[in-house]
């Protein structure tokens, strides 16, 4: 079965680290903690048979909504920005957020290791930046003008009534 080799790599993850008790449900997810409150969601993706890593990295500020959500858009385009992984945001916590997908088809545990150690630091990265932004500075190449819609302006006001998707930049 596909999900057996993420469930083997997840187990064997938590035996080489000591971390007893990890839970993976019935859909193949899980959720880490790491560095006490930097939480990582890890599922299996049983169409593509692939591992999804997520992780919010910060808050959208109220200022200068727009320029920061049209940055993590763009940055989603530059893979030497991204690395690879995708940005998005979260309507329902105000939070953007950082993804990862990866086939489990070539890996083992010194790959996903590999990949999550990168993941980590794309985080930690990440969330240095939103800190930034949180505190007014803008994005590289942004400015306050295209629709931003000024102080206090909500990033999901454009979102129609009644629609309210998890993600709504990337994939």
Same mark, same amino acid.
């Given at each position: 079965m596909p999900i057996d080799t993420f469930t083997d790599i997840l187990h064997e993850f938590a035996s080489r680290i000591n971390l007893s008790g990890l839970q993976i449900d019935s859909s193949g997810y899980?959720?880490?903690?790491?560095?006490?409150?930097?939480?990582?969601?890890?599922?299996h993706e049983n169409k593509r048979d692939s591992m999804i890593f997520i992780a919010e990295v910060g808050q959208i500020p109220e200022t200068n909504a727009g320029?920061?959500? %049209?940055?993590?858009? %763009?940055?989603?385009?530059? !893979?030497?920005?991204?690395?690879?992984l995708t940005l998005s945001y979260n309507v329902e916590s105000n939070n953007a957020a950082i993804g990862y997908q990866f086939p489990l088809r070539f890996l083992n545990i010194d790959k996903f290791e590999e990949f999550f150690k990168i993941f980590l630091d794309e985080v930690d990265r990440w969330k240095q930046k939103m800190v930034l932004y949180t505190q007014g500075t803008l994005p590289k190449g942004e400015d306050v003008s295209g629709g931003d819609g000024g102080e206090g302006a909500s !990033?999901?006001?454009?979102? !129609?009534?009644?629609?309210? !998707?998890?993600?709504?930049?990337?994939?």
């Open positions: 899980c959720c880490l903690d790491v560095d006490q409150g930097m939480l990582i969601h890890i599922k320029a920061v959500l %049209r940055y993590l858009l %763009r940055m989603n385009n530059d !893979p030497e920005e991204s690395k690879g !990033p999901s006001s454009s979102i !129609p009534q009644g629609v309210v !998707p998890e993600f709504m930049i990337g994939a």
